[in-house]
């Protein structure tokens, strides 16, 4: 079963954070961006909930904790009421200049997330372009890394499972294609969207396509684990303990 509280931290540092990649990778993203006349600092700030501000500009989209430095904010009464937002487009209200604010999320940044929705919830005939299909898969892999830490350090469950995990850094990643960090410290996961220089524990997929079958449920973890095709290595316990989360994963964004 979702928490409300959980699910505004998946949206926030999972969904929506994943701007910051489709900024840099998808042309119709990109254009958005540079169509802005100046930069814009969009807040949404969740009583009981998150605190996050997305930096958009021509040079793309910038995630930061916090509402430093924004230039425009939205307030929302509860974390249902943020994530009302992200399902039925209703929003909070504004406390920090309305104008803008309005005028951003009527306009660039409604087309950002509509472009996002696209590539995180594809149609079939959509993914028969390769291209399409690559840029979906990576894209998806970063979304489920930021949930990953944000059910880690708010969701009932999956704080158990993280208090198991010992402090260090998990290298989470498609062969050739993309690789994340999940840094651990004091039970806490931070999401980096790079690869780690000293990984304690390795979780790998060796193609594109195998990432794809194992982030819709079509291919079987256990058979191509037994195949070689996931390659695992390090601390056990760590990647146990991430797959356990991995499994609530499912249950927010399934």
């Known amino acids: 079963m979702k928490e409300a509280r959980a699910m505004a931290f998946v949206n926030a540092y999972g969904v929506l954070r994943t701007l910051e990649n489709l900024c840099d990778t998808v042309d119709e993203a990109k254009a958005v961006c540079q169509s802005l006349t100046k930069p814009v600092a969009l807040c949404f700030d969740v009583t009981d909930g998150p605190c996050v501000t997305y930096h958009f500009s021509a040079d793309g989209c910038r995630f930061s904790e916090g509402d430093y430095g924004c230039t425009c904010k939205m307030k929302f009464a509860s974390p249902e009421k943020f994530n009302a937002l992200i399902d039925d487009t209703k929003p909070g209200i504004p406390v920090k200049n309305p104008i803008q604010l309005i005028q951003f999320l009527l306009g660039p940044f409604s087309k950002l997330t509509d472009i996002l929705t696209k590539y995180l ?15 979906s898969t990576i894209l998806t892999m970063y979304t489920i890394a ?5 059910l880690a350090n708010e969701d009932s469950i999956s704080k158990g499972s993280a208090s198991y995990i010992v402090d260090g850094d998990v290298q989470m990643g498609i062969t050739d294609a993309v690789y994340v960090t999940l840094r651990c410290r004091d039970h806490k996961l931070e999401l980096i969207k790079e690869k780690p220089d000293t990984p ?25 684990l037994c195949a070689g095709n996931i390659y695992m290595a390090g601390m056990c316990n760590m990647l146990d303990n991430i797959n356990r989360i991995l499994d609530r994963v499912a249950v927010y964004l399934g």
């Open 121 to 135: 919830m594809p149609k079939e005939e959509d993914l028969k372009n390769r291209d399409f299909f690559e840029t």
């Open 146 to 150: 930021g949930a990953i830490c944000a």
């Open 200 to 224: 304690r524990a390795i979780m790998e997929f060796k193609t594109i396509d195998l990432a794809y079958g194992l982030f819709t449920g079509t291919a079987s973890t256990m058979a191509e």
